[in-house]
Nanobody
Framework: QVQLVESGGGLVQPGGSLRLSCAASGIIFSIYTMEWYRQAPGKTRELVASISSGGGTNAADAVKGRFTISRDDAKNTVYLQMNSLKPADTAVYYC?????????WGQGTQVTVSS
């Protein structure tokens, strides 16, 4: 079956960095667009960044210049490098694999930015 497993979350001080990873199995990873979403308490889930099968990337305005998405198709893994973290970045971060009508989600990893 399809599994997406996120890791790398945790508690970090403002201005710090974290790198999230999402390891996929059960899919032909290289053909999927991979996305990172986040959901803060009381808020709707929002798209943070995406990377296409060809490597093209997009990022939300709130994270541009601070977050970088990348992928390693040999390892079936997508990454989210998060720098200059702010308290407003506190959320559960989810990865998603998308290919036409096929959409798969991970279970999420908590990121807390606090002093």
């Amino acid at each position: 079956q399809v599994q997406l497993v996120e890791s790398g979350g945790g508690l970090v001080q403002p201005g710090g960095s974290l790198r999230l990873s999402c390891a996929a199995s059960g899919i032909i990873f290289s053909i999927y667009t991979m996305e990172w979403y986040r959901q803060a308490p009381g808020k709707t889930r929002e798209l943070v960044a995406s990377i296409s099968s060809g490597g093209g990337t997009n990022a939300a305005d709130a994270v541009k210049g601070r977050f970088t998405i990348s992928r390693d198709d040999a390892k079936n893994t997508v990454y989210l490098q998060m720098n200059s973290l702010k308290p407003a970045d506190t959320a559960v971060y989810y990865c998603k694999a998308r290919y036409f009508n096929y959409n798969y989600w991970g279970q999420g990893t908590q990121v807390t930015v606090s002093s």
